[in-house]
């Protein structure tokens, strides 16, 4: 079945520390990719999204993503993480019915100060 | 411009009651979306809708149904709370999926619980 897959359930950082989430998902057309960010007590907002053209996206906030079609990737960068980074990340991608998008189980964030 | 507006933000149920989330959006999208968020599970589509008069099953349908008679609104309907049913609902909208420019519109969610 086609699905998406995020690694990392909880991670936490100190402040100024890189950081990557990572994102595959099982399809092998074109898709278009998806980062969707959720601050506490608020909605989901989206982050950045790839949809085609250049594999590394800039997003929002000192976010960037890169698209590797090879590994079916599309993992989530930050060279140096803030304590506001604090979230809850999903990748996701349009693989449910009716081309809906499918989100992975989410990544949360702690940055600590 | 409002966006996406839910209602109620916080719901308690007992078992076997039935209640209606309400979603309204006022940006003229065509798409509408119910989603359910669970711990560790990401969000799950539970049903969508391509325009007024149309809507389709998402990825967990059961227990739930949905209705789409004018563009603003697609309120879901819980005929029977289960306590499976807990959760954080999350109505959205959208722009074609196709279109470049597509990303969706989160309403703030609605968290329920069913004892």
């Known amino acids: 079945a086609q699905s998406v897959s995020q690694h990392n359930h909880h991670v936490i950082l100190s402040e100024a520390a890189s950081l990557e989430l990572g994102c595959n998902y099982s399809?092998?057309?074109?898709?278009?990719l998806f980062w969707y960010v959720q601050y506490p007590g608020q909605h989901l907002q989206l982050l950045l999204k790839?949809?085609?053209?250049?594999?590394l996206v800039k997003g929002i906030k000192g976010f960037e993503a890169e698209f590797i079609k090879s590994k079916f990737s599309f993992n989530l960068r930050k060279p140096s993480v803030q304590w506001s980074d604090t979230a809850e990340y999903f990748c996701?991608?349009?693989?449910?019915?009716?081309?809906?998008?499918?989100f992975g189980g989410g990544t949360r964030l702690m940055v600590k100060p | 411009n409002a966006g996406v507006t839910q209602t109620p933000k916080f719901r308690i149920l007992k078992i076997g009651q039935s209640m209606t989330l309400q979603c309204a959006q006022d940006?003229?999208?065509?798409?509408m979306y119910w989603y359910r968020q669970d711990p560790g599970m990401g969000l799950k589509l539970i049903y969508y809708?391509?325009?007024?008069?149309?809507?389709d099953k998402g990825e967990v349908p059961n227990g739930y149904n949905v209705s789409r008679s004018t563009t603003e609104d697609f309120p879901l309907r819980l005929e029977l709370a289960a306590p499976s049913q807990t959760s954080v609902y999350f109505c959205?909208?959208?722009?074609?999926?196709?279109?470049?420019?597509?990303?969706?519109?989160f309403g703030s969610g609605t968290q329920l619980s069913v004892l």
């Open positions: 959205a909208s959208s722009t074609p999926p196709d279109h470049k420019a597509e990303k969706l519109f």
């Open positions: 399809y092998g057309g074109t898709v278009n």
């Open positions: 790839y949809f085609s053209g250049d594999p």
């Open positions: 996701a991608v349009p693989l449910g019915a009716g081309n809906m998008l499918t």
């Open positions: 940006m003229n999208h065509n798409y």
């Open positions: 809708s391509v325009g007024a008069g149309i809507t």
